[in-house]
Structures are given as structure tokens and as C-alpha cells.
């Protein structure tokens, strides 16, 4: 790759480790579909530094991260709490960033930060692309909407 590549390119690698790592972990099966006015009450986010350097949030409503536990970690409704569908989200924010960048540069190193996770207690809505060196994209399930947002200099 080289700097500034392709935004389309760049989209197709995030949407494809999203897929990658939700389907095949989470067994949650989504589709693309425009932002829209969902409202989101979990974030997850992790920074990659390397060749090139970002951030990536995940963005979900309580029924998917339900959903995923209870299908990563074979738990009832009634096993799950807070911190159990912490762990999880931060876990698969570290698998996406883990899988974009292996597609992005397999030959180069890169440096993951710990996940972190926090409840959203304002409407925080996703919207399409506020600046040049974001990707924004969003996702539609059986149980609500997902979307993941990079932010990444230097490919974008």
C-alpha cells in the first residue's frame, strides 16, 4: 500500500475484518447500510500505531453485544452483565484492528493499545464522514445496528 491509498480499497479492508471477525466469533451476521439515527449505548476503541498510525471505535446497542456474548461465551440472558459485554466488545475491537492492519501491511509490524469500553449515556447518533481521514460504516443486524469508525492519517 502506499500513503493515501484508494478510500474504497480502505473501506473494503475494514468491511471485510468486520465481517471476518463478527460472523465467524460472534455469529452475528449484519449487512452494509447507510448511517442512519440509531442510537448507540456502548463504545469500544483501540489506537494502532506502526507504518501508519489510528483509531478505531466500535459503536453498538445493548441488544447486539447481548447477543454476541451469549454467542462467543454460550452464556442465559440472565449471566451477562456490564462487564462480561465489556470484555467482549473490547475484544472485538481488538480483533477488527488486528485483522484490518494484517490486510492493510502483512509485512510490517504495528502496535495495538488496550482496548477500552465505556457506556454512552448521551444520544451519541453516527453520521457519515466528518473529515478526510475518517471511515465511517454501519452495519444492520437481526437486532439492531453496529458501526465501526476509523480514523487513520497518512491512508486516508
Known amino acids: 500500500w502506499e500513503p493515501k491509498a484508494n478510500i474504497k480499497m480502505i473501506?473494503?479492508?475494514?468491511?471485510?475484518?468486520?465481517?471476518?471477525?463478527?460472523?465467524?466469533?460472534?455469529?452475528?451476521?449484519?449487512?452494509?447500510?447507510?448511517?442512519?439515527?440509531?442510537?448507540?449505548?456502548?463504545?469500544?476503541?483501540?489506537?494502532?500505531?506502526?507504518?501508519?498510525?489510528?483509531?478505531?471505535?466500535?459503536?453498538?446497542?445493548?441488544?447486539?453485544?447481548?447477543?454476541?456474548?451469549?454467542?462467543?461465551?454460550?452464556?442465559?440472558?440472565?449471566?451477562?452483565?456490564?462487564?462480561?459485554?465489556?470484555?467482549?466488545?473490547?475484544?472485538?475491537?481488538?480483533?477488527?484492528?488486528?485483522n484490518f492492519l494484517r490486510k492493510l501491511d502483512p509485512d510490517r509490524v504495528f502496535h495495538l493499545s488496550i482496548p477500552t469500553f465505556e457506556m454512552i449515556s448521551e444520544d451519541l447518533h453516527h453520521g457519515q464522514e466528518g473529515r478526510d481521514q475518517e471511515v465511517h460504516l454501519t452495519f444492520a443486524a437481526d437486532n439492531g445496528n453496529m458501526a465501526v469508525v476509523m480514523m487513520a492519517a497518512g491512508i486516508l
Not at 459485554?85 to 484492528?97: H, L, P, T, V, Y
Open 11 to 98: 473501506k473494503g479492508m475494514l468491511t471485510t475484518a468486520i465481517f471476518e471477525v463478527v460472523e465467524k466469533m460472534y455469529y452475528v451476521f449484519s449487512e452494509p447500510v447507510q448511517a442512519d439515527g440509531e442510537n448507540y449505548q456502548m463504545k469500544s476503541s483501540i489506537n494502532f500505531s506502526g507504518p501508519v498510525s489510528g483509531e478505531i471505535h466500535i459503536l453498538l446497542n445493548r441488544s447486539i453485544a447481548e447477543t454476541m456474548v451469549k454467542n462467543m461465551l454460550g452464556l442465559d440472558e440472565d449471566e451477562i452483565n456490564e462487564v462480561i459485554m465489556a470484555d467482549c466488545i473490547k475484544e472485538s475491537i481488538n480483533m477488527i484492528c488486528w
